[in-house]
């Protein structure tokens, strides 16, 4: 397979590959420029530096010119020549490299920490912005994929600042003194240099043009790759049940042949330069070789000094174009990743123009003030737009009107929900997999937005309610239950940052987790890393019900927080759940029907519609869906 596409012909797009279709912008390197221009002084004392350690590389040439011309042709003809003017050159041109050497290993540290620094710059917005981004946004972009913005899209980056930049730059500062010098000594022979230049000039940008739009697909197949391993790491064990191991290695070979492909073909381009390079050097050399000769021989324009300088500098002058043309493929690289990290950076944050907020408040008879202690009470503030503004007390009261809902545009999931829940009520959805009951609450929360209808929380419409602040009066146990590495204390205390020990216990008491947490050998201090690998499923849960419970909040949202616990430690924990919510308006999603009982309303949800709604008794007596559920005559999944 490596041996067909070898001899594929250059500039034909393989089958099979993608290209991206985003172009190389000048709005890129513009976006980089204001990143590198934060550290002027820096980039002054480099730039100096190059120049000296550029400057010096000519100089050698310059050099050895007076050296043949002023003392070594006449010191050939004399018997006793004087060589204290030779020792005074060859000292000056020992101090010059000193300063060549030293100016070098200046300007690469210098270099090597600035790109650090902005290389950090760089990850911790990528991470800020990250952290506002839509659930949408990571339900379409994989794990892996994101997670190759920090690593080889920063490293690419941080190479060509580090690396690419700075050898350019002395290449063509080099180039230049370069030239300078060549007119300066022959100009018949710079014009032979020149139409050798021209031709270079051609060759790379034909080779470079090529290559770049490979470069971009490369880094978005190692963003695939990176995507699918990831996802194999998490579903290990899947895959090995399922006996899949071949199955996923043929997926994983067929993306891997992609970027290697990809990378091939940039590579093809990249590496056909530098012999080309080569040979148009040793050409120049020979021609200059002969021109030089005719021109001295005939005409004695040209000393011998100044041929043997010369063909030293069109050496010179080779290396920084090879240099440039070598590193330009570095630069389109990093662009690629560049590019990619600020698309990130770009992307549409999750909206949050909300406008009433959360405040602490004194409820006194019918008048509410706002005040700053702690008082356990909460009001909505909501400025309006006369200027006054009016509180409305937290209570918890959910309603939802004919909502409408997809996550994909014309792929309705939800239809017509209605849904009345009054403080302190306990509201069951049950419900098939599949059925909606997950997205109702991802609507409450405002994970996304309703294409129709309307959602008031204590009477006001969810969008004009501060994110923050609703997800505040939120607590919420997600069906998928993420722990963080930390202690099982810190992972509690994720529900309220400044909850104390004792907060942190009590919240695990009446979530029943104290039971476990206290047989564990550390207790409350035990580690949890990878995601709690080592605890049960049901222990997890548990963990994310006293993480919601800490943070005391006037609505619940229970999904499936119990499916992974045993009937027996449910019976214990639906005790404790009882207490929990107490006094909350609590929605809960549960496959156990005896979870659901003694909740105010039930509502059976099927294809995004609610097609009964009642008590458990009044549904009994309705014979629908529910009462077909309760007597086993339908089961759930
Ligand atoms: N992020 C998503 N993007 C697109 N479709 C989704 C997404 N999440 C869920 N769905 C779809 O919405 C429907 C309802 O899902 P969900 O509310 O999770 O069901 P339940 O919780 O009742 O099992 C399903 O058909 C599911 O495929
Ligand atoms: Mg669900």
């Known amino acids: 397979m490596a041996q067909q596409q070898a001899k594929m012909p250059q500039g034909k797009i393989p089958k099979g590959v993608r290209l991206p279709n985003q172009k ?11 990143y590198l221009l934060k550290h002027k002084v820096t980039i002054i004392v480099v730039a100096v530096c190059i120049i000296l350690s550029s400057l010096t590389n000519v100089a050698s040439s310059v050099f050895l010119q007076l050296l043949i011309d002023d003392y070594i042709t006449p010191a050939l003809g004399s018997t006793n020549p004087v060589l204290t003017g030779m020792a005074k050159l060859i000292i000056t041109m020992i101090g010059i490299f000193l300063v060549g050497i030293v100016s070098s290993y200046l300007y690469m540290r210098l270099m090597g920490v600035m790109s650090q620094k902005i290389l950090k710059e760089i990850r911790d917005e990528m991470f800020e912005k990250m952290q506002k981004l839509p659930i949408k946004y990571f339900d379409t972009h994989s794990h892996g994929d994101i997670m190759s913005h920090y690593t080889n ?33 022959s100009w018949q022979l710079t014009l032979v240099v020149a139409v050798f230049l021209a031709l270079m000039l051609i060759a790379v940008k034909k080779v470079t043009g090529k290559s770049g739009k490979y470069f971009m697909a490369q880094q ?43 990378a091939f073909k940039a590579n093809a381009f990249a590496s056909s330069l530098m012999p080309m390079m080569g040979n148009i050097g040793y050409m120049l050399y020979v021609v200059l070789a002969i021109v030089g000769g005719v ?16 063909l030293n500098l069109s050496r010179s002058f080779m290396q920084p174009i090879s240099q440039v043309s070598q590193q330009m493929n570095m630069v389109i690289m990093a662009m690629a990743g560049a590019n990619r990290i600020f698309t990130l950076m770009d992307e549409e944050p999750e909206v949050n123009d909300g406008y009433v ?40 009261e959910v309603v939802m009107h004919d909502v409408d809902f997809s ?8 239809h017509d929900i209605d849904l009345y829940a009054k403080p302190g009520q306990k ?39 501060n994110k923050v602040d609703l997800r505040h009066s939120l607590g919420i146990v997600l069906q998928d239950v993420n722990l963080f590495t930390g202690t099982i204390m810190e992972n509690i205390r994720y529900g309220k940052l400044d909850a104390t020990d004792e907060e942190v216990i009590a919240a695990a008491k009446l979530a029943n987790a104290d039971g476990f947490i206290q047989m564990l050998p550390d207790g ?36 499936e927080a119990t499916s992974s616990i045993d009937t027996r430690t449910e019976s214990i924990v639906q005790a404790g759940m009882d207490s929990l919510m107490k006094g909350r308006t609590v929605f809960v999603i549960a496959h156990r029907l005896s979870t659901v009982k003694n909740s105010d309303v039930i509502m059976v949800l099927e294809h995004g519609r609610i097609i009964e709604r009642g008590t458990h008794q009044q549904l009994l007596e309705q014979h629908g869906k529910y009462y077909q559920l309760c007597t086993g005559a339908f089961e759930l999944e």
């Open 24 to 34: 190389l912008e000048g709005k890129t390197v513009k976006r980089l420029l204001s």
């Open 153 to 185: 899209d920063a490293d690419t980056l941080r190479q060509m600042l580090s690396q690419s930049l700075p050898q350019m730059f002395s290449s063509i500062i080099t180039l230049a003194a370069i030239i300078i010098t060549m007119i300066i000594t």
């Open 220 to 262: 978005e197949s190692l963003g695939n790759v990176n995507g699918y391993i990831e996802e194999l790491i998490n579903g290990q064990k899947v895959v090995k049940v399922f006996n899949h191991e071949e199955k996923a290695k043929e997926e994983f070979d067929k993306k891997n042949e992609e970027l290697a492909q990809n």
């Open 295 to 310: 021109v001295a021989v005939g005409t004695g324009a040209i000393t011998l000094g100044a041929i043997a300088s010369f």
């Open 357 to 396: 907020t959360l405040v602490r408040a004194k409820i006194d008879g019918d008048k509410i003030t706002e005040c700053k202690e702690r008082t356990g009470t909460w009001a909505w503030k909501h400025p309006h737009g006369d200027g006054t503004v009016t509180y409305t007390p937290m209570k918890g």
């Open 407 to 414: 996550y994909v545009p014309d792929k309705p999931v939800l």
């Open 427 to 465: 509201i069951a959805f049950v419900g098939s997999t599949g059925a909606g009951k997950t997205t109702i609450t991802n609507l409450i929360n405002r994970f996304y937005d309703i294409d129709d209808g309307k959602i008031r929380y204590d009477g006001i419409n969810i969008n004009k309610i």
């Open 524 to 559: 409350y201090n035990t580690m949890i890393t990878g995601d709690g690998g080592s605890l049960s499923q049901g222990q997890k849960q548990l963990i994310s019900i006293a993480r919601a419970a800490v943070a005391n909040p006037p609505v619940m949202i229970l999904d």
